[in-house]
């Protein structure tokens, strides 16, 4: 069994930042890829960044200069420090995590459960 649990969502002005974290957690030997994606009502899931287990990192246009990955490869944990927020970065945002379990030899995509960003204007 693996979980990824988001954290850090909330309520921000605009300008405003915050700190969102996706820890995996369970039956884990190894985590690829890890990214963060956001979708709003009626709209499809798209990426905002990811970042691989060397450290390569891409982001959106949207979020470039804004917002930084990172992850600490020893918690299987990633991080996205946004800033200079905007209200068109409202949307639910959800962790995915490229994960080969243990005993296992393929690698499978696991979601959070997302996690609620609004920003005031």
């Known amino acids: 069994q693996v979980e990824l649990v988001e954290s850090g969502g909330g309520l921000v002005q605009a300008g405003g930042s915050l700190r969102l974290s996706c820890a995996a957690s369970?039956?884990?030997?190894?985590?690829?890829?890890m990214g963060w994606y956001r979708q709003s009502a009626g709209n499809e899931r798209e990426l905002v960044a990811d970042i691989t287990s060397g450290g390569s990192t891409t982001y959106t246009n949207s979020v470039k200069g804004r917002f930084t990955i990172s992850r600490d490869n020893a918690k299987n944990t990633m991080y996205l420090q946004m800033n200079s927020l905007k209200p068109e970065d409202t949307d639910v945002y959800y962790c995915?995590?490229?994960?080969?379990?243990?005993?296992?030899?393929?690698?499978?995509?696991?979601w959070g459960q997302g996690t609620q960003v609004t920003v005031s204007s």
């Open positions: 369970g039956s884990i030997s190894s985590v690829d890829t």
């Open positions: 995915k995590a490229l994960i080969r379990r243990r005993g296992g030899s393929m690698f499978y995509n696991s």
